[in-house]
């Protein structure tokens, strides 16, 4: 597999001839047409987590001509963009949903934030992208705040613990400082991935992790771009 980093949470996936592009909000390196243009793939699908600016952006319906699929989160049925997507190819995905064709094969779970995560299955491989879904340990607030967020996250974790992935995207995001790895260290100990994209901390230094990160033994590769473009091979 080849990832290649758009933004944030945006990153375009080559797994052998299917494309998968997650969360493509914004692309400045311009990653999306120059993959297109090589042509290395037989279908492309398109997939946003939720309607948050940071995740969603309408633009990618100018794909369309070369999308098998367009995978929506249901939140985005209501945002303004949402009009601007090719009906007759796109799908909305409620939490606890699944979808799938001969290619891929999609079930998505809750979020502690707005909308799903995504797991895809494609040609053996299962890939899981967190969208929002987080520990989100603001540590300036209130206590009470803070038990809801774990609460939220370790429930969620429930539907998630005990299954494996080839490659994972989770948010390691620098806003929460020293809380910044909790989420990821929990969902790393809890689930089976074989490999770990850090995303969601635009601006920050590329994360490594804190010793102790990963139980002794189960260490697994990790990535954590910060530039537009860059790209890694799983
Ligand atoms: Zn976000």
């Known amino acids: 597999m080849e990832v290649i980093y758009l ?10 001839d299917v ?38 952006n309408p633009e990618i319906a100018k794909f369309s001509t070369k999308t098998r699929r367009y995978l929506l989160s249901e939140d985005i049925r209501s ?10 190819q796109t799908s909305w995905i409620g939490t606890y949903d699944s979808w799938q064709d001969d290619v891929v094969s999609v079930t998505s779970f809750s979020s502690t934030d707005e909308g799903t995560s995504f797991l895809v299955e494609v040609n053996g491989k299962q890939i899981f992208h967190a969208g929002d879904f987080n520990w989100w340990d603001w540590t300036g607030d209130t206590a009470e705040n803070r038990k809801l967020a ?8 429930k539907h998630l613990a005990g299954r494996s992935f080839d490659l994972v995207f989770f948010p390691v995001d620098g806003r929460l400082g020293p809380s ?10 809890e689930t089976h991935p074989k490999a770990f994209v850090a995303m969601h ?4 230094p590329a994360w490594q992790p804190s010793a102790g990160f990963f139980a002794a033994g189960h260490e697994i590769p990790v990535w954590a771009p910060t530039k537009a473009g860059e790209r890694h091979s799983f």
Request: proline share 4%.
């Open 19 to 56: 494309l998968l592009v997650f969360d493509a909000f914004d692309d400045p390196a311009g990653v999306i047409p120059q993959e297109l243009e090589k042509g290395r793939y037989e279908w492309l699908y398109f997939f946003a987590s939720h309607a948050h600016f940071d995740h969603f």
């Open 79 to 88: 945002n303004g963009g949402a009009n601007r997507m090719p009906k007759e």
């Open 180 to 189: 910044m790895e909790r989420g990821a260290k929990v969902f790393c100990a």
């Open 7 to 16: 933004l944030n949470s945006g990153f375009l996936v080559h797994v052998d």
């Open 201 to 204: 901390s635009v601006g920050y």
């Open 150 to 157: 774990e609460n939220a996250f370790r429930k969620q974790m």
